[in-house]
C-alpha cells in the first residue's frame, strides 16, 4: 500500500506563521509575571497546564482522529484574527486569548482528549487563561459590584448575630468600630483560585459542556458567598478580639489563614459533589480534512498564512479608547508655604500618553509632591499608586481608607534604600464624583462613557510631622477647590 505523502513543509510553515503571530503576545505575558507592577500569579497556572499535559501524554492514544489537523487550521485561523484585533487596537489581552487558542489547537493535535488519561483541549485552553493578569482586571472591572455584594451578603449574616450593627454601602459598623469592604476585600483573588479548581476538574472529568457551565457558576456563588464569610469574620475580630482569642485579624498569618480557610469551604461542595460523567458523544461534522487536501494546496495555505502573519505583526496600533486632549488645569504654584518646582515625565511615561492620550503633570513642593493625571479613558491611565510604584521597584503596603476631608486611599511606599513616603490619592470626576476606590471610579465611568476622570495623588515623606502633612493636604485640596467631605472622621482599615 502506498503511504500518504508527509505534509511537514506545511506543518512547519503553519508552525512558523504561529510563532510570529504569538511572538508578542508571549513576551507580554512573560513581562506581566515578572513585572511587579501586574502583581500576576499566573505562572502558577502554567505549572497546572503542564502537569496535566504530562499526565495526560504518557498515556496511548486510544483512536486515530483524521479531523484533528483540520480542527487546529481552524483554531490558528481564529486565532490569527484575534491577533489581527490585539495589534490593530492595542490591546495585550486580546493577544494573550489568542495565546488560549493556539493551546487549544496544541492539545488537538496532540490528541490529549483521546488517550487512556484524557484531557480536554478546549478547557485546558479555558485553564490558559488564568495566566494573564486575570484578577487585576476582573478586580478593576467588576471589583465594585463584587464589593457591594460581599458587603451586602457579610451585613446579613452578621444582622443575625449581633443587633449593634449598621451598614452602608461598603461601609460596615459593628459594636462602634468601623470596617470598610476595600478593593483588596473584593473577593477576586478567592474567586480566581476557585474558578481555576473548577476549570482543571473540568479538563479531567471533561462533562458537558452545560454540566460544565452550571458548576462554573456554582462555584462563582460559592466563592462570593466564602468571600461574605471572610469578611464577617474580620469584622467580627476586629469588634470582638476577644472572639479571636486576641490576635490581631488583619495581620498575618492570621488574615490570610482566615481566607484560605473560608476559600477551603467554599470549594468543599464542589470538590465532594462535582464528579460528572465524561461526554463521550461526539457531534459529528463532516468536513474536509486537511490531510486530504493536496499536498500542493497544502503548501500554498501555508505560506498564505506567514504572509498574513508577517502583515499583521506589522500594522500600525490605534487605539480605540484613546483619552481626549483636554489638559489638567495647573497645578498650583505653592503650596502650604512651599515654592513648586516642576518635575519632568519619564520618557516612558511620556510616550504612554502620546500614545493613548491623556495628561499628566508633576510637581514638587520642598519634600512634599503633587501629581494629577486627567484623562477620559481611566482603563488606560488610572490606576491605585502601588501599580507603577511597585513597577519603580518599591515595596508597597495599603493602609487603608480615611473618608476625610475627602476619601483617600493611603499607602506606605519603601525605597530599596530605605526611605518611605505617604502616598494618599483620589479620584474625581467633571461630574463630582469623589472616591478613593479605582473600582469604583471605572465603573461610574462605564455607567457615562465620555466622563472626564482625575487621580490626585499627594506623596510626603513618611517622617513628616502629622501637622505638615495635615496642612499640605488642606492647601491641595483647598488649591483644587475639593470640598471637603461631611463624613464622620475615622479611618477605617
Not at 457591594?148 to 461598603?170: H, N, T
Not at 476585600?185 to 454540566?211: D, E, H, K, N, Q
Not at 487536501?293 to 500600525?316: E, G, K, Q, Y
Request: hydrophobic share 50%; with cysteine.
Amino acid at each position: 500500500m502506498k503511504r500518504q505523502a508527509p505534509f511537514s513543509l506545511s506543518a512547519a510553515g503553519f508552525a512558523l506563521a504561529s510563532l510570529i503571530l504569538a511572538y508578542e503576545p508571549l513576551c507580554w505575558l512573560i513581562g506581566s509575571w515578572i513585572d511587579p507592577s501586574y502583581a500576576s500569579t499566573g505562572a502558577v497556572y502554567l505549572f497546572a497546564i503542564a502537569a496535566l499535559l504530562v499526565w495526560s501524554l504518557t498515556s496511548s492514544a486510544e483512536r486515530s482522529s483524521c479531523h484533528s489537523s483540520t480542527l487546529a487550521v481552524l483554531l490558528l485561523a481564529t486565532s490569527a484574527l484575534m491577533r489581527l484585533a490585539a495589534q490593530v487596537l492595542a490591546v495585550n489581552v486580546i493577544g494573550g486569548v489568542a495565546l488560549a487558542l493556539d493551546v487549544f489547537a496544541l492539545a488537538t493535535l496532540l490528541r490529549t482528549g483521546e488517550r487512556k488519561r484524557p484531557v480536554s483541549p478546549f478547557w485546558l485552553s479555558v485553564l490558559f487563561l488564568f495566566t494573564l493578569p486575570v484578577e487585576r482586571i476582573v478586580q478593576r472591572l467588576l471589583g465594585y459590584p463584587l464589593q457591594e455584594v460581599s458587603a451586602k451578603l457579610s451585613c446579613a449574616g452578621l444582622g443575625l448575630v449581633f443587633p449593634d450593627l449598621s451598614c452602608s454601602g461598603i461601609r460596615i459598623e459593628l459594636s462602634g468600630r468601623d470596617v470598610l469592604v476595600d478593593l483588596p476585600c473584593s473577593g477576586t483573588s478567592g474567586l480566581m483560585l476557585a474558578l481555576a479548581f473548577t476549570v482543571i476538574l473540568s479538563a479531567v472529568y471533561r462533562p458537558r459542556f452545560s454540566t460544565a457551565t452550571l458548576w462554573i457558576f456554582l462555584t462563582l456563588v460559592f466563592g462570593i458567598l466564602g468571600n461574605a464569610l471572610r469578611i464577617g469574620l474580620i469584622a467580627i475580630g476586629l469588634a470582638h478580639p476577644d472572639y479571636a482569642f486576641g490576635a490581631d485579624v488583619m495581620a498575618e498569618p492570621v488574615h490570610s489563614l482566615i481566607g484560605y480557610l473560608t476559600l477551603f469551604f467554599s470549594l468543599l461542595p464542589v470538590l465532594v459533589f462535582y464528579r460528572p460523567n465524561s461526554a463521550r458523544k461526539r457531534l459529528e461534522v463532516r468536513y474536509l480534512s486537511f490531510r486530504q487536501v493536496s499536498r500542493r494546496d497544502r503548501n500554498m495555505a501555508a505560506l498564505v498564512f506567514v504572509s498574513l502573519a508577517l502583515i499583521i505583526v506589522t500594522l500600525p496600533r490605534q487605539a480605540l479608547d484613546v483619552s481626549s486632549a483636554a489638559e489638567p488645569a495647573p497645578l498650583p504654584l505653592s503650596l502650604a508655604g512651599e515654592a513648586g518646582v516642576k518635575e519632568e515625565l519619564l520618557p516612558i511615561e511620556e510616550r504612554y500618553f502620546r500614545q493613548f492620550g491623556g495628561h499628566a503633570r508633576k510637581r514638587r513642593y520642598g519634600p512634599m509632591a503633587l501629581t494629577l493625571v486627567q484623562t477620559t479613558s481611566p482603563l488606560r491611565h488610572l490606576h491605585a499608586p502601588d501599580d507603577c510604584l511597585r513597577g519603580l521597584g518599591y515595596d508597597v503596603d495599603f493602609l487603608g481608607t480615611r473618608f476625610t476631608p475627602v476619601p483617600t486611599a493611603l499607602y506606605r511606599a519603601r525605597a530599596k534604600t530605605g526611605e518611605a513616603w505617604q502616598v494618599a490619592v483620589t479620584f474625581v470626576s467633571d461630574r463630582g464624583d469623589v472616591t478613593h476606590n479605582i473600582a469604583e471610579a471605572i465603573w461610574l465611568w462605564l455607567r457615562m462613557p465620555g466622563t472626564s476622570w482625575t487621580s490626585i495623588q499627594r506623596i510626603t515623606p513618611w517622617s513628616l510631622a502629622e501637622h505638615d502633612r495635615t496642612a499640605f493636604e488642606a492647601a491641595t485640596l483647598a488649591a483644587l477647590d475639593l470640598s471637603p467631605n461631611p463624613a464622620p472622621e475615622g479611618e477605617i482599615r
